[in-house]
């Protein structure tokens, strides 16, 4: 074992990940990665939210068949974990999306690549051994917009997510507290001639004012991978998004990143799961830190989870393997949690997996 595994090694949860990222970070990109809107309540309620709910464990079963695949638009995953978009991979680590494509594929976990990349997919694909989907804001010009689309369905992204919630910044104070110098040579090639390679310039300034699900519909028109929207927080949204041709739905509130004092997203996700009533797959992201906090989503209805902030304090800590040591740490909690409630596989996690009082 190098010491690198080594020290890695003792990061027993992602909280460790957390402080250990801490302490080796700049302030001003710890912030970058921490920080949420205005007070950050949202940011805490995610976590807090999971605390509330408690786990009701049966007994006397047979786990011999532990598992936890699963199977999301003909893609065979290992674990219902993904990595969800996150901007700016060099900010925290040299070899930036690189490192995290790398880290992914060492669990097979699905990454979706941020519109806000410092590497191309191109790059991305080249080391890529687990399914790479990519994150999409839909720009002031539609047609950037769709040859946009068409380059990572080329490139080969299997899913495109549109975000859906950020038509401007919100007020992140912590960030705006401090300037994040972009590192020398360092660009956005996916917003070339879009967004100037600096971190002052804000989501309101490359985003149309004007997107509606018409622009849904004809994203829609123009893709050939499952579409999914990420950003939705109530089940009538979820429901239009479904009428509007979704494929999926992601309830996310921006990791408390946009709008603060939103609901967290575990006490939303029942209304869009019976908004949506089992026609498309609903996923889930914001403040997954545990096994139980995964355990406690699939039982309220997600299909799937994704994870943000814990994923880039691992590649802080320990570029492509400490990404790799927050998956299988999360998996290995998974299984931990499915093994004790007695629920060998994912489809066994339903909502009788939950005590209630
Ligand atoms: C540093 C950072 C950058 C992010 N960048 C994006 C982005 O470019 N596009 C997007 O849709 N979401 C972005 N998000 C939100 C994440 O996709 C996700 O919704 C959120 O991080 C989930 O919450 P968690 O961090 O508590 O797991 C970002 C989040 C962080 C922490």
Redesign the pocket.
């Known amino acids: 074992m190098n010491s690198a595994t080594n020290s890695l090694a003792r990061l027993l949860n992602l909280d460790d990940v957390e402080a250990r990222a801490r302490e080796l970070l700049p302030e001003v990109v710890f912030d ?3 920080g949420g809107a205005a007070d950050e309540l949202t ?1 805490r309620w ?2 807090e939210r999971y605390s509330d709910l408690k786990l009701r464990p049966r007994v006397l079963r047979d786990l011999s068949g532990l598992d936890s695949s699963v199977t999301l638009f003909g893609q065979k995953m290992p674990m219902p974990i993904l990595l ?5 991979h060099r900010y925290t680590h040299p070899q930036g999306e690189i490192a995290t494509t790398q880290g992914a594929g060492a669990v097979g976990a699905t990454f ?1 690549l ?3 990349t410092h590497t191309a997919i191109e790059d991305v694909m080249a080391v890529a051994r687990a399914p790479v989907w990519y ?1 999409l ?1 839909v720009l002031k010009d539609r047609a950037i917009t769709a040859a946009l689309v068409e380059r990572v369905q080329a490139a080969g992204a299997q899913a495109l ?1 549109v ?1 859906v ?2 038509p401007l910044d919100g007020a992140r104070y912590r960030q705006q507290r401090q300037i994040l110098q972009i590192p020398p040579g360092v660009t956005y090639p996916h917003l070339a001639g879009v967004r100037e390679p600096s971190s002052i310039q804000t989501l309101d300034q490359i985003l149309p004012a004007n997107l509606t699900w018409k622009d849904i519909e004809w994203l829609r028109g123009i893709t050939r991978v499952p579409l999914l929207l ?2 939705i927080m109530s089940g009538d949204d979820a429901a239009a998004g479904v009428a509007a041709g979704a494929d999926g739905i ?1 309830v ?6 946009c709008l603060d004092t939103l609901p967290a ?1 575990i006490e939303v996700l029942p209304e869009v799961v019976a908004a949506v009533s089992g026609r498309v797959p609903v996923l889930v ?5 545990r096994g139980t906090d995964v355990v406690k989503a699939l039982a309220l209805g997600a299909s799937a989870v ?5 994923y ?1 304090y691992g590649l802080a800590v320990g570029g492509a393997a400490g990404v790799e040591h927050v998956l299988k740490l999360l998996r290995q909690e998974l299984l931990m949690a499915m093994s004790l409630l007695g629920c060998p596989t994912i489809p066994s996690i339903t909502r009788d997996a939950l005590w209630r009082r």
């Open positions: 970058f990665v921490a940011v995610n976590r969800a978009p996150t901007a700016g979706v941020s519109s806000g994150q804001y997510c975000t919630d950020s990420k950003g992601i996310s509130n921006h990791g408390g990143r997203t992201d914001g403040g997954i830190r994704q994870i943000g902030r814990p880039v």
